[in-house]
């Protein structure tokens, strides 16, 4: 069972995390299959594959937390980060509320133009 291979893996001492357009982190999704202590198995609806990926509580846990934005996309939320918008209702904002002088945020400004 993949639960009993996961629980032996030591805990880690830095996270890094990539943020959704929609503000999810790290493949948690509000429709979870299946719960476990320390992880979750989720689905999206119009994908045919599970993901994998340690729960909010267990990586609010880890000693730093580096958030990655690579996308020029994801401003909006980018603006929410820095505007210290109060919506803690989107995973990342939680995130960084429950975990604040452990996390880093990297935002990679993607160029549009590709040199040949």
């Not at 599970?50 to 937390?65: F, G, V």
Request: aromatic residues 8%; glycine residues 4%; charged residues 30%.
């Amino acid at each position: 069972m993949i639960y009993k291979k996961i629980i032996k893996y030591p805990k880690p001492n830095l996270a890094l995390v990539g943020v959704g357009n929609d503000g999810h982190i790290g493949s948690i999704f509000p429709k979870k299959i299946i719960k476990y202590k320390n992880f979750v198995i989720s689905k999206k609806k119009n994908e045919n594959f599970r993901r994998i990926s340690l729960n909010i509580d267990y990586i609010k846990k880890i000693k730093k937390i580096v958030i990655v934005i690579n996308d020029r996309k994801k401003n909006d939320i980018l603006k929410k980060i820095l505007s210290n918008h109060q919506n803690y209702k989107i995973p990342v904002l939680k995130l960084i509320k429950i975990s604040m002088d452990k996390v880093l945020l990297y935002y990679i400004n993607k160029s549009t133009k590709k040199s040949k």
